[in-house]
């Protein structure tokens, strides 16, 4: 919930005055440099107790931007609001972590302990902020920029902690202490990433971390005007498990389909049929594959090269005609899903697919 505050210092009084439990989350050090005077446009990310909210929204939320400084307030159980895109701000052990070992920084408000605090920060920079962060996937070296780097190091200190700056062990750190990223919020953050045209590299191997692979087909208009589009369903049920087929209605060929990466479409068509799939034991791309196509995991996504050679063999069709288009990774699919389902789809979705990883696992 997003709120502007005419006077930080009477707003944090008010708060202790309350009892409300708080935690103002980054760039505090910044904050509290020559207060109250405080970094032009800065932001407050602030963790407080779901109860708090109503009061809060009651009390500030007649002003607006030119008014005040702006605050971000998120909430422990709060999906919606208090939380971010559908999903929890931080998972609730963190949450907990971070009202449970707060204290008050120089006598002007709570802030987490260096623990807290690191968790909560590594949590932003790799779930949300992923490469945008300025912090690399996997080379120390190359993290150098990062606007990120000084508050880490700064709580590294405190901690005595050895940890490269990179995002794999950014994430391997928080999943040692029970703090990282659950599936459904990798889902939120992706889709977010999708819908700004962003691609992540560090996201898409996160989701690698999961017993098999989801992916997603398209059958192209091509296959349907020359009805070969059942025998392409069926050949990708003999290679996979099916999760969903749908129809993809017009208004989503026409518009929706342009949003989708890497679909040609005057090869073959706008995509007609979405077919869903799940391949319980993927296989490593090889080293060649992976140099064409450096975001396909699973070297079994390339039968789709045999369905096309099939394809053109049967219908003597140009050797561009191309019959379907797949997307690369499970967090490309994901990306996708806004696309073509709607979030009760969705749902029905995850817990299929919950249901084929159990029996696979």
């Not at 109860?51 to 931007?65: E, F, Q, T």
């Not at 709060?78 to 559908?86: A, D, L, P, R, Y």
Request: proline share 4%.
């Amino acid at each position: 919930m997003r709120l502007f505050i005419p006077d930080i210092v009477d707003f944090f009084q008010f708060m202790d005055e309350s009892s409300y439990q708080y935690a103002v989350l980054r760039r505090f050090l910044d904050f509290s440099a020559d207060w109250p005077k405080i970094p032009e446009k800065a932001e407050f990310d602030v963790l407080v107790e779901d109860r708090a909210l109503p009061v809060l929204k009651k009390k500030y939320g007649a002003y607006k931007k030119k008014q005040g400084v702006e605050f971000d307030f998120y909430t422990p159980e709060g999906t919606t609001v208090g939380g971010e895109m559908g999903v929890l701000y931080f998972p609730p052990r963190l949450s907990r972590k971070i009202l449970d070992h707060r204290y008050k920084w120089n006598g002007l408000f709570y802030v987490p302990d260096a623990q807290s605090h690191l968790l909560s920060l590594l949590y932003h920079v790799c779930y949300r902020k992923t490469e945008s962060s300025g912090i690399h996937m996997d080379d120390p070296t190359l993290s150098n920029g990062s606007r990120y780097l000084a508050e880490i190091e700064w709580l590294k200190s405190q901690l005595g902690l050895n940890l490269d700056d990179t995002l794999f062990a950014y994430h391997g750190y928080l999943r040692a202490h029970e703090c990282n990223a659950t599936y459904e919020t990798l889902v939120a953050y992706v889709q977010k990433q999708f819908a700004k045209d962003v691609k992540s590299m560090f996201m898409a191997q996160l989701f690698r971390e999961f017993s098999g692979e989801m992916n997603m087909f398209v059958i192209r208009g091509i296959s349907v005007k020359t009805g070969l589009h059942t025998n392409l369903i069926n050949m990708l049920r003999e290679h996979f498990k099916t999760i969903l087929v749908k129809d993809i209605p017009l208004a989503a060929r026409l518009v929706e389909s342009g949003k989708m990466r890497g679909g040609k479409w005057r090869r073959g068509g706008r995509p007609r049929i979405v077919v869903l799939v799940f391949d319980p034991h993927p296989q490593e791309a090889t080293e060649e594959d992976r140099k064409i196509q450096a975001y396909v995991f699973n070297s079994r996504q390339f039968v789709k090269r045999e369905f096309r050679t099939w394809f053109r063999t049967t219908t003597k069709c140009k050797p561009s005609a191309n019959p379907l288009h797949s997307t690369d990774n499970e967090a490309e699919a994901v990306g996708h899903f806004p696309l073509f389902f709607s979030a009760h789809e969705q749902e029905d979705i995850f817990l299929r697919l919950k249901e084929l990883r159990s029996i696979s696992s």
